[in-house]
């Protein structure tokens, strides 16, 4: 037990090194400036000032997003972000399921190593976006799922309770971000074969008996949320429709929607370089690896149907290809198991205690110098636009009514620490011609009067049909509304080009 918890202590404090740089969220960035995590903090903030998810407060991605959210920003203290040391955690639990993976393969004191390297790798990775994505929350619980895989193949047939606990685990990354579950669903559809095969029904029973009551478990707590806030339509509606109908593009059919979720598998692999590297080492694994070729072909189904499932609704966002990294822990098992037929493991031993300055050395410098944000690191506040228009905002008024209008939340809430009076409180990736309300809600209240001050932010490369559209509204708010102030604010390789209006006394609600 001892061992374990010293264990844990070194991978928590690699974790804290490595996201000390990689992630916006740690207290040397002054800001993160990204608009999903800033969306998915207002709405946090709004339920623990007592709105109800999806009826008073809209947004897409799944209830327990929030809930992790709502848990980190309770944990703030001083210059400590809460979701900062929410990311440690995971990180933390991602380096320790990975250490037990490749423990499975070869027991080796390199293996907390290589754990630590995986975690530097996907932390300084092209798709670790600003830090606190959906993807980078269900990262844990799916290694944790491939863990249980991997059990179950090199160990031993897995218990009633461990097929429980990886239903309870795939109801996590359910109530997280739907499409992936192909990892720990198509797990147990491949124990499932393999006990087919050997004609061991009952054992297939039981798999699928206990990782229904564990989906089904965890389902019923938010069930329960749901019914008791007489929200369970809105969820539906809000998860599934908007996700399934609005969220994604259905004018193609399914083996398009394949052939294109393939294409840009591949477009990540070329984008993310070490990506390439190491699925290059990942494709030797199940080429050459000296274990079950059949759990080599598993784990290949398994690359394949996440790849389809993220990729299935025809987008790309860089950010998407995060949870296909879990996969690469393979590429690691080979790596060990090529340093030992080499007899490379022979020079470390002789070099231990020099190597291991070195890599205590090297996190931290790696970790800095592959940080996706390091310009930002070190900057002010008053740096960024939002709280230049923040403390412009807070002159006028000490408890201002808000509106993000046209775009995604820019973070303007947060800082003012104000909650949304607007349900649909920032515009949603998704066209008019597919959802209406989110506009025509946002324009109501304009018109009404119903808010002190619109923001506007419009973005340089923004599709030119949608920020003609958010110019000629400019136009219509400026007729209610004045226009006190502009700025502009660099983000990611775009410019912002923001303008705040304030009510004018004769549209102010009565």
Same mark, same amino acid.
């Given at each position: 037990?001892?061992?374990?918890?010293?264990?844990?202590?070194? #991978?928590?404090?690699?974790? #804290?090194v490595?996201?000390?740089?990689?992630?916006?969220?740690?207290?040397?960035?002054?800001?993160?400036?990204w608009?999903?995590a800033? +969306?998915?903090?207002?709405?946090?903030?709004?339920?623990?000032? !007592?709105?109800?998810?999806?009826?008073?407060?809209?947004?897409?991605?799944?209830?327990?997003?929030?809930?992790?959210?709502?848990?980190?920003?309770?944990?703030?203290?001083?210059?400590?972000?809460?979701?900062?040391?929410?990311?440690?955690?995971?990180?933390?639990?991602?380096?320790?399921?990975?250490?037990?993976? /490749?423990?499975?393969?070869?027991?080796?004191?390199?293996?907390?190593?290589?754990?630590?390297?995986?975690?530097?790798?996907?932390?300084?990775?092209? &798709?670790?976006?600003?830090?606190? $994505?959906?993807?980078?929350?269900?990262? &844990?619980?799916?290694?944790?799922?491939?863990?249980?895989?991997?059990?179950?193949?090199v160990?031993?047939? /897995?218990?009633?309770?461990?097929?429980?606990?990886? !239903?309870?685990?795939?109801?996590?990354?359910?109530?997280?971000?739907?499409? /992936?579950?192909?990892?720990?669903?198509? +797990?147990?559809?491949?124990?499932?074969?393999?006990?087919?095969?050997?004609?061991?029904?009952?054992?297939?029973?039981?798999?699928?008996?206990?990782?229904?009551?564990?989906?089904?478990?965890? $389902?019923?707590?938010?069930?329960?949320?749901?019914?008791?806030?007489?929200?369970?339509?809105?969820?539906?509606?809000?998860?599934?429709?908007?996700? !399934?109908?609005?969220?994604?593009?259905?004018n193609?059919?399914?083996?398009?929607?394949?052939?294109?979720?393939?294409?840009?598998?591949?477009?990540?692999?070329?984008?993310?370089?070490? $990506?390439?590297?190491?699925?290059?080492?990942?494709?030797l694994?199940?080429?050459?690896?000296?274990?079950?070729?059949?759990?080599?072909? =598993?784990?290949?189904?398994?690359?394949?149907?996440?790849?389809?499932?993220?990729?299935?609704?025809?987008? =790309?966002?860089?950010?998407?290809?995060?949870?296909?990294?879990v996969?690469?822990?393979?590429?690691?098992?080979?790596?060990?198991?090529?340093i030992?037929?080499?007899?490379?493991?022979?020079?470390?031993?002789?070099?231990?205690?020099?190597l291991?300055?070195?890599?205590?050395?090297?996190?931290?410098?790696? +970790?800095?110098?592959?940080?996706?944000?390091?310009?930002?690191?070190?900057?002010?506040?008053?740096?960024?636009?939002q709280?230049?228009? &923040?403390?412009?905002?807070?002159?006028?008024?000490?408890?201002?009514?808000?509106l993000?209008?046209?775009?995604?939340?820019?973070?303007?809430?947060?800082i003012l620490?104000v909650?949304?009076?607007?349900?649909?409180?920032?515009?949603?990736?998704?066209?008019?011609?597919?959802?209406?309300?989110?506009?025509?809600?946002q324009?109501?209240?304009?018109?009404?009067?119903?808010?002190?001050?619109?923001?506007?932010?419009?973005? &340089?490369?923004?599709?030119?049909?949608?920020?003609?559209?958010?110019?000629?509204?400019?136009?219509?708010?400026?007729?209610?509304?004045?226009?006190?102030?502009?700025?502009?604010?660099?983000?990611? $390789?775009?410019?912002?080009?923001?303008?705040?209006?304030?009510?004018?006394?004769?549209?102010?609600?009565?």
């Amino acid at each position: 037990m001892y061992k374990k918890r010293k264990l844990i202590l070194f #991978f928590f404090l690699f974790s #804290f090194v490595i996201l000390l740089f990689a992630s916006k969220f740690s207290f040397l960035y002054a800001f993160n400036d990204w608009q999903d995590a800033n +969306s998915f903090l207002t709405v946090a903030r709004s339920i623990l000032n !007592g709105k109800i998810l999806y009826k008073d407060i809209i947004e897409q991605k799944g209830p327990l997003l929030y809930f992790i959210y709502c848990l980190g920003y309770l944990f703030n203290f001083k210059q400590i972000n809460g979701i900062f040391i929410l990311e440690i955690i995971n990180l933390t639990i991602i380096m320790y399921f990975s250490n037990l993976i /490749l423990e499975m393969y070869k027991k080796t004191p390199i293996n907390k190593y290589m754990s630590i390297i995986f975690g530097l790798i996907i932390c300084t990775s092209a &798709s670790f976006t600003h830090g606190g $994505s959906a993807e980078e929350f269900c990262l &844990s619980f799916l290694i944790i799922s491939l863990y249980y895989f991997n059990k179950n193949f090199v160990v031993n047939f /897995l218990t009633k309770k461990e097929f429980f606990l990886v !239903g309870v685990i795939t109801a996590c990354i359910f109530f997280i971000k739907l499409n /992936l579950i192909f990892l720990p669903f198509f +797990s147990i559809i491949c124990i499932c074969i393999e006990e087919f095969f050997k004609k061991n029904y009952k054992n297939i029973l039981n798999v699928l008996v206990y990782f229904s009551l564990g989906v089904f478990f965890l $389902s019923l707590i938010f069930i329960i949320y749901f019914v008791i806030n007489d929200n369970f339509n809105d969820f539906l509606y809000c998860y599934f429709i908007i996700n !399934g109908k609005f969220y994604i593009d259905n004018n193609f059919g399914i083996l398009y929607r394949m052939y294109i979720a393939y294409q840009l598998s591949i477009k990540n692999l070329s984008v993310n370089v070490m $990506s390439l590297y190491l699925f290059i080492l990942y494709s030797l694994f199940v080429f050459k690896g000296n274990k079950k070729l059949k759990l080599r072909l =598993y784990t290949v189904l398994i690359y394949i149907f996440m790849s389809i499932g993220i990729y299935m609704g025809v987008k =790309y966002y860089i950010y998407y290809a995060l949870p296909l990294f879990v996969i690469f822990i393979y590429s690691f098992v080979f790596a060990i198991q090529f340093i030992y037929e080499k007899k490379i493991i022979g020079i470390i031993e002789d070099k231990k205690l020099v190597l291991r300055v070195i890599f205590f050395l090297l996190v931290p410098l790696l +970790s800095y110098n592959f940080a996706n944000y390091k310009n930002y690191l070190f900057l002010r506040k008053e740096d960024f636009a939002q709280y230049r228009i &923040s403390n412009k905002i807070l002159k006028y008024k000490e408890s201002p009514v808000v509106l993000n209008y046209g775009e995604l939340d820019y973070g303007f809430y947060n800082i003012l620490n104000v909650v949304p009076d607007c349900k649909y409180f920032h515009r949603m990736n998704i066209p008019y011609e597919k959802m209406k309300e989110n506009y025509s809600f946002q324009k109501e209240y304009i018109d009404k009067g119903n808010v002190d001050f619109v923001i506007v932010g419009i973005k &340089s490369n923004k599709e030119e049909k949608s920020k003609k559209e958010l110019i000629s509204d400019l136009e219509w708010i400026n007729e209610k509304y004045d226009l006190i102030y502009c700025d502009k604010q660099y983000y990611e $390789s775009d410019i912002i080009n923001f303008y705040v209006f304030m009510v004018n006394d004769k549209y102010k609600q009565t």
